[in-house]
T-cell receptor
Framework: AQSVTQLGSHVSVSEGALVLLRCNYS??????LFWYVQYPNQGLQLLLK??????LVKGINGFEAEFKKSETSFHLTKPSAHMSDAAEYFC????????????FGSGTRLQVQP | GAGVSQSPSNKVTEKGKDVELRCDPISGHTALYWYRQSLGQGLEFLIY????????KSGLPSDRFSAERTGGSVSTLTIQRTQQEDSAVYLC?????????????FGPGTRLLVL
């Protein structure tokens, strides 16, 4: 079975500050890893994903994440927060060889202060 | 191009009534998923369709929930005898596999409120 833990249900940063959203996973097989963003009253939008290859993955809107197998982590970062980054962020995992459905973390709501 | 669409966007119903939620996937996507997003349970997988294979229904919470996918395209999620705990946002996603990799694209969801 797979599981995802997102530390911090709410994170607040100042505009221009570093954004760091934490994600740890548990999986018995090498997983595929995803970050999705959800703006109010909207569906989920893919930010980035890791499947194979380079462990540092760059996504849209200046976000990136690094897959660290030894730490079972896939933390999301952005060097400089913008007001428009305020949203809820979900880390998710899937088993590429088994059930393809995503298992999601509980989400982190990012607040950006002016 | 057009993304995943869902209808209705909002649905208010009375306890005990049946509801149908519709999902139109991205054209050409062979896989279709239903998820539920609720305050207490977060985002949960419900059911998965892949081509002509039997659906994976392992996430359906009770036998009041069912779904079908007609012609490999449009899907309908049906909830019979709705209960207040069914209130949630129901999200649909479609995907395709390219070079062994799959990305799911989500619709805007249907917000269901059971009174």
């Amino acid at each position: 079975a797979q599981s995802v833990t997102q530390l911090g249900s709410h994170v607040s940063v100042s505009e221009g500050a570093l954004v760091l959203l934490r994600c740890n996973y548990s999986s018995s097989v090498p997983p595929y890893l995803f970050w999705y963003v959800q703006y109010p009253n909207q569906g989920l939008q893919l930010l980035l994903k890791y499947t194979t290859g380079a462990t540092l993955v760059k996504g849209i809107n200046g976000f990136e994440a690094e897959f660290k197998k030894s730490e079972t982590s896939f933390h999301l970062t952005k060097p400089s927060a913008h007001m428009s980054d305020a949203a809820e962020y979900f880390c998710a995992v899937s088993d590429p060889a088994g059930r393809r459905a995503l298992t999601f973390g509980s989400g982190t709501r990012l607040q950006v202060q002016p | 191009g057009a993304g995943v669409s869902q209808s209705p966007s909002n649905k208010v119903t009375e306890k005990g009534k049946d509801v149908e939620l519709r999902c139109d996937p991205i054209s050409g996507h062979t896989a279709l998923y239903w998820y539920r997003q609720s305050l207490g349970q977060g985002l949960e997988f419900l059911i998965y369709f892949q081509g002509n294979s039997a659906p994976d229904k392992s996430g359906l919470p009770s036998d009041r929930f069912s779904a079908e996918r007609t012609g490999g395209s449009v899907s309908t999620l049906t909830i019979q005898r709705t209960q207040q705990e069914d209130s949630a946002v129901y999200l649909c996603a479609s995907s395709f596999v390219l070079a062994g990799e799959e990305t799911q694209y989500f619709g805007p969801g249907t917000r269901l409120l059971v009174l």
